[in-house]
């Protein structure tokens, strides 16, 4: 079962809960981390002591920027979950990629996430880490311990079990390099970070901010062929719901 955690603000940070534990997706803030805690512990049945997993859909700081302060509230078996290629760019292997459509395709994605900021707090991060502009790029790093993150997937697969019930991670490329994506065979259900934004409440669109529309476009033709989301949870904007595949709903380029 997957929940939006109340009081995310700029970017939609999730709860999935699973008979082995809990997965916060995407706490992208000082701020949503407090919120994923004030959450979790008004839960009857669960604690912070059941987080089995914090999963960064992508390195962007609006999807990181909360993620030590989370983790500093959870066990010490829990582990960050990140693209494997995010390795690359904390070990300055790799640079942070830029993007397209910073004056075109932002200004209407951001003016529409910053609407539904209702504290200073959901703005407030702890580093600079996972701004895609020169300066910034590999400079700064998240402030986890590396011995606490797992990269995905492992080896070169694109689709991989995360051993936490019926849950996947599936590469998704194209708003960034390194996207990744949670998905759930049984449930139907897709969280799938920047890939699909539904600030519109129009079925929602392919985020036209990216890497590569290219890629943004095969990753949707490979989702389209391989699972069928009945619900898709994205990085911003609202749940898109339907009884069919709603990826087919999904406005393309
Ligand atoms: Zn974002």
Request: proline letters at 7%; glycine letters at 10%; aromatic letters at 10%.
């Amino acid at each position: 079962m997957v929940t939006l955690i109340p009081g995310g603000g700029l970017v939609c940070s999730y709860l999935i809960s699973t008979s082995d534990g809990l997965i916060v997706v995407d706490p992208g803030s000082i701020g949503i981390a407090d919120a994923a805690r004030s959450f979790i512990n008004t839960l009857s049945d669960r604690g912070m002591h059941d987080v089995r997993a914090i999963v960064a859909t992508h390195f962007h700081i609006d999807h990181i920027g909360g993620m030590k302060r989370l983790l500093g509230f959870c066990p010490e078996g829990t582990f960050v979950f990140m693209h494997r290629r995010v390795e690359d760019y904390l070990t300055h292997k790799r640079d942070l990629p830029r993007l397209q459509g910073w004056f075109s395709d932002l200004p209407p994605v951001a003016i529409k996430s910053f609407l539904r900021v209702r504290r200073p707090s959901q703005l407030w991060v702890e580093s600079l880490a996972g701004i895609p502009l020169p300066g910034f790029g590999t400079r700064f790093h998240p402030p986890i311990p590396p011995q606490r993150i797992k990269w995905f997937c492992p080896g070169n697969a694109r689709r991989c079990g995360i051993g936490l019930d019926g849950w996947e991670i599936i590469e998704t490329p194209g708003h960034t390099a390194d996207s990744i994506s949670l998905y759930n065979e049984d449930t139907a259900e897709l969280i799938c970070g920047d890939f699909i934004l539904n600030l519109d409440r129009d079925n929602g669109r392919l985020n036209r901010f990216c890497e590569s529309r290219a890629d943004i476009l095969n990753t949707y033709d490979f989702l389209c062929d391989t699972i069928v989301p009945k619900t898709i949870y994205p990085g911003h904007g609202d749940v898109i719901r339907g009884d069919q595949n709603v990826l087919r709903r999904v406005n393309t380029f």
